[in-house]
Structures are given as structure tokens and as C-alpha cells.
């Protein structure tokens, strides 16, 4: 019997030998237009909203002690993974009141998206985040966290892993090309951001999977007020994209045009009968690549272990992350007529002053400190080198779903020859969630945070959301 067993699995085997999970007698099935309307409301005790309740929200969450947000949409979302074709779209508008600032407005998303058999087109604002680790738990990656605002983009790729042909699902492949605009306009006017991806995974349905994942980004583009054009051209975008040398100025023509960055994780996946547990260890590099586990700046990055598993709600995951960037490839670029390719200067940039950030706030991990807290009014990154522990819970119990966040952060600054702790951070978070369909099927959210410590003081806040959905049309 297990002989035949064996057999049969071998000619299943051999026959799909590039499952992509795509069938050609799928119907149409049921397309949803969706709407979402709600309220928030958040108050706090310091002079900013406690840290986890305004990092990693898209934005969506402005730091000030007291404000209200009115959101709407609609969306469609992608169901038919089977289908040889699909596509979605969402619409989000929220306005915003806050205190002592003004209010704003804004689409937090306007984007389409279409799948044709594996290939992937994203037009407009969506969210930017390339994670494989539990987005909810996690402190968020080193290159796009979700800490800001969507940068508004154009995507073409491989969104989700796929089947490498002729290898029985064995290696999985995806990635991807983006052309991006900075449209906050903050110091460097017009600027674009370019990034892309690739990644692989080996193990396909056997219980031990491997991936890397490799990503490039560079800001580019647009108009200095100290440079001028900063090169706007197809040229420039060459040199951007093969990271080369070139432009008019005599930085871009030593080093490569633009401000160049990159990450790189390589993680370790067991799962069995409901559960899964990852290992993941996260870089990031300013300077010349260098494969994962080598370079100057080996001491930093993110390391990360999580586990989730489905057969108990009550703790459905659970995350532990070490981040430490206080190396930077050492204390000096360049010393007595040497070269020393230090000094690295994470999410900082002497041309795009602004740095790696996108309105006041990081593109990547919030713990690199936001310009948006900065008292002088200076737009660029003034803590860079930090260590930070970071442990996450998540789960449901009898319908009321539960999220648990706390992290403790040493802030260095920026000055690489210094060792003294600058100020120290201790964040919590509690999230409750709960639908309740005898109140007119009403979401309601209650988070609870503080922060204790030197960088932003001993504050508490808390943030209250009340969110309404429903049906449209089918088809």
C-alpha cells in the first residue's frame, strides 16, 4: 500500500511539473464592491501621541496629542487565485483634525492592481511593504515598514511567490520593479524613488522552507535648492538603476547617481500541522553590496524569530526582534588621504537632505527616529544608531481579537565615534478589537500605549476606533 502510495504521488509529481496554481476551468465566481466608512480618535498625555500608536500606521496617525480622523472607501478585493486573471481596486479618503495643528486631507489609497496568469501591474497609492515575518507583530523592515504615507508608484512584477518552472515547486521565485514619486516636496523638489526586488524560496511543500530576498532602492531626481537639477532624464535613470556614476555633480560622478540603499533577509521557515515558526535575520547597506553575511557593517541589522499557528486562538502569534544599527561600517569614511567607506549614515543623504523619509516620517523602521520629531525644525535624520528589543503578541479570545506590542530602545544619535547612550525609550502597546453584529454590525477598536523614558517622556494615550462596512454589488 505505501508502495502504491508512493507511486501515484510520483506520477502526480511528474505530471505538474510547474504548479502554479493556475486552472483554465475556473468560473468567475462572485466579484464584491465593497465600502468602508469610520471614526478614530486619539488622546494622549505628552507633548506627542505615544510611539506605537503612530508608528507603522501608513501615516494614518498624526503624532500630535489630540486628533480625530473621518475615513471612507470603497474596494474591491483580489478572491480568485485560481483564475488566470484577476484584479482589485480600493479608493480611501480620511480627513483629519488635530491639535494645536491645522487639519489636513488625504487618499491614504487611490491604486488599481491586476494579475495576469503570474505577472503583476499596481497603479496609484498603496502600501509599500515587503515583509515576510507577521506585519502585525513585527517592528517593521528596514527598507518600507509602513511607517509613512504610501508613496504613490507604478509596480511591474511577481508580487507572490511562484513556481519555477520545470522544478515541481521545489524554488519559488518573485519580484518586481517600481518607479515611485516623492511628493511631499520637503527640501529636494520632484524627486522619484526607484526600487526593485527579487527573491527565492526553496522547499516548496516539504516542512523546512529557505528564502532570500533582495532589495534596491535609490532616491533620485528632481530639483535642489543648494544643486538644481539633479538629473531628470532616461540617462539618469540609467545610472540610478545599474547604480553607476554619472550626472553633473562631482559626488554622483566619484560614487553613483543618486542616494542609493539596500536590504537583504534571509530566513528559515518550519511548519507542521498548523504551525509555523520563522527565523529571519534583516541587513541594510548604504554603501557597495555585499552578500548577507559579509560587509563592513556585519553587527547591524535585524534578527527575529516568530510563530504562528491555527489550531488555538488564543495566542495565534507570537514575535521577538533585535535591531541594532550602531556600527555603520565604522566610525570614519574617509581619514588621512583613506578610503574607509564608513561613517554610513543610515536614511541621511547630504544632497536629498530629507533623507530616507517620506512627510517627517521614515519610509523604513520607525526606531530610526522621524524628522517629524525633530525640535529644531531640521528635516533630515538626527538619530540613526540604536538597539532595540521588541516583542509582540497576538490572538483572539472569544472574538475579541488582541494585539500586544513592547519595545525598549537605546538611542545613540548620529555621531559614529560616540558610545553613550543619548535617551532611552520603553513603547507599549494594547489593541482590542471586537465586531458586534447587534450593534448594527459596528467595529469597534480601543489601543492603550505609553511611552516611559528620556526620548519623548513619560506619556500615555489611548486611541478609539468605531468602523462600518458593507456590500455594494456582486457580480
Avoid at 101 to 130: C, E, S, W
Avoid at 256 to 262: I, K, L, M
Avoid at 382 to 399: A, E, F, K, T
Wanted: proline share 3%; with cysteine; glycine share 12%.
Amino acid at each position: 500500500m505505501i508502495l502504491l502510495s508512493a507511486v501515484v504521488n510520483a506520477r502526480e509529481l511528474s505530471w505538474n511539473w510547474w504548479p502554479t496554481g493556475i486552472r483554465d476551468s475556473v468560473s468567475a465566481g462572485d466579484d464584491t464592491l465593497r465600502w468602508m466608512a469610520g471614526v478614530s480618535a486619539v488622546a494622549s498625555s505628552g507633548k506627542y501621541a505615544p510611539f506605537w500608536l503612530v508608528s507603522n500606521t501608513q501615516g494614518d496617525v498624526s503624532s500630535s496629542p489630540f486628533s480625530g480622523n473621518l475615513t471612507a472607501g470603497i474596494y474591491k478585493e483580489a478572491k480568485h487565485d485560481e483564475r488566470w486573471w484577476d484584479y482589485d481596486f480600493g479608493v480611501q479618503l480620511t480627513g483629519r483634525a488635530e491639535y494645536p495643528k491645522t487639519g489636513i486631507g488625504y487618499f491614504n489609497q487611490l491604486y488599481a492592481h491586476v494579475r495576469l496568469y503570474i505577472f503583476d501591474i499596481t497603479a496609484g497609492i498603496k502600501p509599500m511593504i515587503y515583509e515576510t515575518q507577521d506585519t502585525l507583530l513585527s517592528m517593521g523592515s528596514l527598507m518600507f515598514s509602513g511607517n509613512s504615507h504610501p508613496l504613490p508608484h507604478i509596480t511591474v512584477g511577481i508580487d507572490r511567490y511562484v513556481s519555477f518552472p520545470g522544478l515541481f515547486g521545489y524554488l519559488e521565485i518573485k519580484g518586481g520593479l517600481t518607479h515611485a514619486w516623492l511628493a511631499d516636496n520637503v527640501f529636494v523638489r520632484g524627486a522619484f524613488v526607484h526600487h526593485k526586488f527579487a527573491a527565492l524560496r526553496i522547499g516548496g511543500q516539504l516542512p523546512v522552507n529557505i528564502s532570500y530576498e533582495f532589495h534596491h532602492a535609490a532616491q533620485w531626481g528632481g530639483y535642489s535648492p543648494v544643486y538644481g537639477d539633479l538629473g531628470n532624464d532616461w540617462t539618469a535613470f540609467a545610472n540610478v538603476f545599474l547604480a553607476r556614476a554619472g550626472g553633473t555633480m562631482r559626488n554622483d560622478q566619484q560614487n553613483a547617481q543618486g542616494n542609493h540603499v539596500g536590504s537583504q533577509q534571509l530566513m528559515l521557515t518550519g511548519k507542521w500541522q498548523g504551525w509555523e515558526v520563522s527565523a529571519y535575520w534583516q541587513n541594510f547597506f548604504e554603501d557597495n553590496f555585499a552578500l548577507i553575511g559579509n560587509g563592513q557593517n556585519l553587527t547591524d541589522g535585524l534578527w527575529g524569530i516568530c510563530m504562528k499557528q491555527t489550531r488555538w486562538p488564543f495566542i495565534q502569534g507570537v514575535t521577538y526582534e533585535f535591531l541594532n544599527t550602531t556600527d555603520q561600517s565604522g566610525p570614519w569614511h574617509d581619514r588621512d588621504g583613506l578610503c574607509f567607506a564608513g561613517n554610513d549614515s543610515y536614511y541621511q543623504n547630504s544632497v536629498y537632505q530629507n533623507g530616507w523619509n517620506y512627510f517627517y516620517r521614515s519610509l523604513g523602521t520607525p526606531f530610526i527616529t522621524s524628522p517629524l520629531y525633530n525640535e529644531d525644525g531640521t528635516v533630515h535624520t538626527l538619530n540613526s544608531r540604536v538597539r532595540v528589543h521588541h516583542w509582540g503578541v497576538r490572538g483572539d479570545i472569544y472574538g475579541f481579537k488582541y494585539r500586544i506590542k513592547a519595545s525598549y530602545a537605546r538611542n545613540y544619535g548620529n555621531d559614529n565615534k560616540n558610545r553613550e547612550v543619548l535617551s532611552k525609550n520603553t513603547a507599549v502597546l494594547l489593541e482590542v478589537t471586537k465586531h458586534v453584529e447587534q450593534a448594527w454590525g459596528l467595529d469597534f477598536g480601543l489601543k492603550l500605549a505609553g511611552d516611559f523614558g528620556t526620548q519623548f517622556g513619560n506619556t500615555f494615550g489611548a486611541q478609539i476606533t468605531i468602523c462600518k462596512k458593507g456590500i455594494i454589488c456582486k457580480w
